[in-house]
Each structure stands twice: as C-alpha cells, then as structure tokens.
DNA sequence: TCACGCAACCCAAACGATTGGGTTGCGTAA
DNA sequence: TTACGCAACCCAATCGTTTGGGTTGCGTGA
C-alpha cells in the first residue's frame, strides 16, 4: 500500500504579495476587511485582484501563525465523561454544530469521570491554548471549576449543573416532577427510583424532584427504594437486581434517571421473571433514540440533547467576550410509552389488592 | 454570575532565559534533550537549573510558535458518521487513547455519512493543519481518497475499508460467516438479512459472507430477503416491518448488520405480536454494551472497537513517516444470547413442520 | 500658492520556538 | 609553545500573520 508521505507547502501572504507586487500587509488588511477595501488599505481595484488570486491559490491562513500572533486560537475544547455516552455525544453534536457556525473549532475529551482525568484533560487543553472550555462532567465538590475561575480560564458547564457557575442543562427538576405526576396519575403508589451517580447533577436533581413532588401528591419513597447507581446499562442492570433481592417485594413503578440504566434494570427485571409494562412500570430520562424501538418501547423524558450543546457554545462565546451570562435550563417533556401506560394501572391495582 | 474574562500570559522560553541569565536558544535545547546534556548545550549544571526553573514556572511550549517553526502539529483529524453511533464513539476512544499516548491531539468531527461534508470536514481539518486523518467514514466509490492522496496528505481509513487503500477494521467476511454458521446450526433455514447502507464495506462485507457461507452450507437467501437499511434503530425498525408484511411469510432469523437495526428490527416484530427468541432469532452485529442487557439478550458479533481505534493511530503514525503499511482486519467473535440460541431451534421446526 | 487631507500603500516589529552556525576559553597532545 | 579539540554557550534567521505607524503623491480649499 502507497504511503502518502508529507503535503506540500501552503500558499502564504507572502507568495500572495509577491505576485502581486504589492506588500504582504496590504494583502492582510484586504482579506481580513469584509468591506470593499479596508479602511483605506487598498484600492477597490486592488482588492479585487487580492481576492481572486487569494481565491485561485487557494490561500488558507496559517492558524498556528494567526494564534501566535493574535493570542487566540478560535479553538475550544470539551470535556466529557465519554462519548460512548450516546447522550453526551449528542450533545457534542449540537457543540460541533454551533461552533462551526462561530467559526471554532473544537477538541473533545473522555474524563471518564475520573477526578484526576478531568484535571489532566483540562491541562492539556489549555496546553493547546484553547480560547475556552465546556465541561460536561463537573462533579459536586469537584475544586477544579474554582481554579480554572482563579486562572481566568474562560468557561461554561454542560449536561450537569453547578451552583454559582454558568450552565446549559436540562430542567432536570422538571424533568423529575413529570415523571412523579405521570406514575402518581398511573396509579402507582409504590416506587423506586435508580438515581444515578451522586456526583452528577443530573442525577441528582431528578431525584430530588421525583421525591419532592410525590411527597406533595402524598406518596413517599422510602430511603432503601433510592439506589445510586452506574449510569451505563450495566448500572442499571445491578440496580434492578438489587431491587429485585431486596426486602418488602418489588415496586411497582421505576424510575431510572437515565435510559441506559433504564434497560439494564428491564433486563434485570425480566430475568427475574417480571413483566415490564405489567408487573412493573419503568421510566427513563433522556428519551434516546433506543427507547422508542425498544422491544418494550420505554417511557422516557425527552431533553433537547442538541440545543443543551449549542446553548453552551452560545454562552461559552459570551463569558470569551468578558459578558456576564446567565444559565439555562431546558424544559423537558416527557413522552409516555408501554413500559409505563396502561398496563401500568393494573401492576399498581393488583400490587394494592396483594 | 462571573465572567472569567482572558487568562494571563503564560511563561516563554524567553522568560527562563532571562531569569537564568542564559540564552533562549540554550534552555530550548535543554528542554529538548531526554538526556543530560543536550550534545553538549550545556553544562549538567546548567541543564538541572533549567529543568527546575521550568517545571517551578510551569512552563508548557506554545504549541502555536512550534508548529509555525516545525511545520508539524502533533494533531490528528478524525472524521466520523456520527459520534452518536455508539460504535464509532467507542472507535474514537481508542484513538484518543492512542493518540494521547504518542503525544498527539485529536479532533473530531462528524460528516453525517454525506459525501459533501466529508469534504469540507476534511478541508477543516486541513486548514487546521493536522498531521494526518482518520477517515471512520469512507464510503465505496469515494473520490476523496483518491484527491488527498494525490494532495499528498497523510491518512489511513478506520471502521470501513476502501481496496487499495490502508484501513484498520473488524473483520467483516469473518464475522458474517460466524452468524452464517450459527443461525445454520441452530436449525434456521429461512432467513432475512438487515443489510445496512450500500456505500458502507462493513455492511457489505458482513452480508456478502454470509450469504456466501450460507449457500456452501446448502442454504439460500432470495434476493427480497436481502434489505438495505440504515444503521441506527429506525432503519431497523423500517427493515423489520418490511419483512412482516412481506410476502412468503417472516423468515425464522434474522442477521442485522448492526446491534441497533437488531434493537429496532425486534421492536418491530414485537409490534407484529412476534417473540423474538422463540418466533423469530435476532443477531446483531458490533456486540455493544446494550446488547446483552436487553429485555432480549441479543445474540452480536463481538468487534473490537477500541483496538480498531488504536490500530488506526499506530498505522497513521507509521504513514506519517512515510512508512508502507498494510490493512488490518480484527477477528471478531460470536457471542450467542438469548435472541437467538436454543428456542431459535423451536421456531425453525415449527417452521418446517408448517 | 501652499499647506493640508486623504487614498493607497509600505515598513518593521512583534508573537514564541527551533536550529544551523558561530564564538569563547580552557585543557592537552605533539 | 602552539594549535587543536571540545564543552558550553551565544547569535540570528526563520516560520506566517497582524498591526501601529509611517511615506508617498495627488487633489483641493483658502
């Protein structure tokens, strides 16, 4: 097989300037100027004919000349816990997206949700001299945040939240309201919850609001029913195992904080024996594309994955130009399926009967 | 919320000198030298101040200056369909992995399988001046292989082959004719395959092998049977319900060239009241982290994805230097689950027998 | 008539690192 | 004694852009 070997060189200003005759700074200011010559660098006529030969050599800019100089790299980076994370790399996608439009450029990292990673990965980022960062696995408690603020490291927060720092996320608390309204209005009266990682907001914060609003509607969830959990399949799959073990029989609704765990707890279940969508119900947060084809279609909370990322950016732009930002918080909705419809009721009525 | 504004000027070369009161020229070959002394630049004395100085200050060379100098960027470019295919997703973290380990940067972007934004995914990258490129996404017929080669430009192929050109893969032909040898074995003699899209060597490696194997076992599968789809749960799901209102009845089994058109081909089935593991056998293809924890256990073809990613690296660094190198294809590996194993045996005797 | 303004350019110094080629000064072999 | 080699440095050009500050030369208002 041919080995292709080394490119040839670019194009620069100054081959440019050179056949024109004219100085490589005149040819500069032409380019860079979106107006028809550039406060007075060039004649019409001249910057005309900059632009076309600029056009038929196919000039690119040199970045790594333009960085040195200009100390700015139109280059962020984003740190995740891992791509493989179909959610996470969703929202990598609405990040591409939006930075492509803003002319940025983008490098992603897995952290694998290791403290030490994250540290590493943010490192060799700003080694490359990205203009910013966009985190996606800050962790609660986690100090690096505050000293990339101590360093003046420009910022912004993604999929998790933290108090006090600008963030794109989903309306996670709404997100786990609407799934305690739904199971309550379903009829179930006893639950469980796979609450994710309690390092992760996400997890977090859906919990916290399931809980909040089912004590509201006069419900309760008793402290052995909130498992934390993996949030991957294999997670979710432990958890369900664990309810299924566990003592006072299984509930009959749960909530897994995330679609993945979602389907290993149906795994689990239905190795048990049990009947997703009859003997118990089951809700996942982050509607995929998986969870409407699954062979058990599962309920789940729609979050706009895509806009969460190009929200950062937007935001990421914003805190590079000095500006205060505010955070958002995307409002979810939830899109009821088998696993959790109907049949449910009868899982919840003969439970009571039982 | 605070606006972090710019970071501060990082440390030079230029500023060690100074505080060492040697020249720049100096603590730059000192920095350079894995040895002691930098054939002869200087004194061990010297050296040890140097490194101290360095590590204390903190400084990190301005990649940007190095690259103008070196005309090399220690950065890779890496194109794929879609990080939200899992299994591209996967891929790519074993390039990350690799590549962090030779000490080069990677950035990714996604082409959406459009031959458009391959190009001018490409040409980013380029005009980033990356050393060399990952294509994950080639597609039969291509021209741009043929362009960057011509173009000189360093890259090897990852995921999909392309004849003629150095590509890191699972082997495709192999792992078709395991799913060919298995479904045969279990009692199957009508089948159907979900064949993936037409442009993608994977999908047509893996069909092409195993139709071939099923006609040296005796079988055949009528060209109807035979449904090009895309990759993701929904061209599963289209596939599956393709075959349920088909005429000639379901096959017994199914080969999906994907573990997600499997997810999305058992949904449909199950929408037709099929149970897949009894009615009808489910096999997939890539074995990812999903498909044992299904509801179903799905029966998949183990790839290393991870390996291909790193494989892919190590065979661009050795195109990089101008070396040949010759394509590698990854043995896969059948894992047999429930979608397919033993009761698959019922539903191909019932079959004959009606 | 003459200075003044302006259009249309040019000049050169950065930015930070690399690297081929010096220049010292000292020890030593002939 | 002298030249030669070598260790330990220094010098300066260079990579491609950007940008604050010139310099021309021509038209024009007073």
Redesign the interface.
């Known amino acids: ?8 060189p670019a194009v620069t200003l100054k081959d440019l300037a050179a056949e024109l005759g004219i100085h490589v700074s005149t040819v500069s200011r032409v380019l860079h100027s979106d107006t028809d010559v550039a406060r007075g660098a060039a004649s019409k006529e001249t910057a005309r004919r900059v632009r076309e030969l600029a056009e038929f050599r196919g000039y ?1 800019p ?4 333009t ?2 100089r200009t100390r700015r ?1 139109r280059a962020i980076g984003v740190i995740v816990p ?3 994370d ?1 959610v996470l ?2 929202m ?2 609405g990040v ?1 997206e939006a930075a ?1 439009e803003s002319n940025h ?6 952290s694998h949700d290791d403290l030490d990673e994250q540290r590493r990965k943010a490192e ?1 980022m ?4 990205v203009d910013g960062l966009i985190l996606g696995d800050v962790h609660a408690g986690s100090s690096l945040v505050d000293d ?2 101590a ?5 912004v927060l993604m999929n998790r939240r933290y108090s ?3 963030s794109s996320t989903c309306d996670d608390t709404t997100g786990g309201r609407l799934v305690a309204d739904h199971l309550w209005a379903v009829g179930h009266r006893s639950v469980a919850i796979i609450a994710g990682e309690l390092y992760a907001s996400t997890g977090v914060d859906r919990t916290a609001a399931f809980i909040e609003r089912w004590r509201a509607l006069g419900g309760e969830v008793p402290p052995h029913r909130i498992l934390p959990s993996r949030f ?3 997670g ?2 432990q958890a369900g195992e664990e309810l299924v073990r566990g003592t006072g029989g299984v509930p009959t609704a749960v909530f897994a904080v995330n679609d ?1 765990a979602a ?2 707890a ?2 689990a279940f ?1 190795a048990a024996g049990l009947v ?1 969508g009859q003997d118990v119900a089951v809700v996942g947060f982050n509607d995929t ?2 969870a ?6 599962l309920t789940s909370v729609r979050s706009p994955m895509v806009e969460i990322g190009r929200t950062a950016v937007a935001m990421l732009r ?2 590079m130009n ?6 958002v918080r995307h409002p979810p909705e939830l899109i009821v399926r088998e696993s959790s419809e109907g049949v449910g009721v009868t899982a919840a009525r003969s439970a009571h009967a039982g």
């Open positions: 097989m041919k080995a292709p070997g080394k490119g040839r690119s040199d970045p790594h000349a960085s040195l790299t891992r791509l493989s179909i790399a969703t990598y996608e591409e492509a450029s983008t490098f992603v990292m897995n060799i700003l080694a490359r001299r990339l603020t360093r003046h490291v420009p910022f006090g720092f600008p991957d399949t294999e979710g799959r993945f389907i290993g149906m795994g239905r997703v594309s998986l409407a084809q699954l062979p058990i279609p914003r805190v000095g500006e205060d930002v505010e955070s």
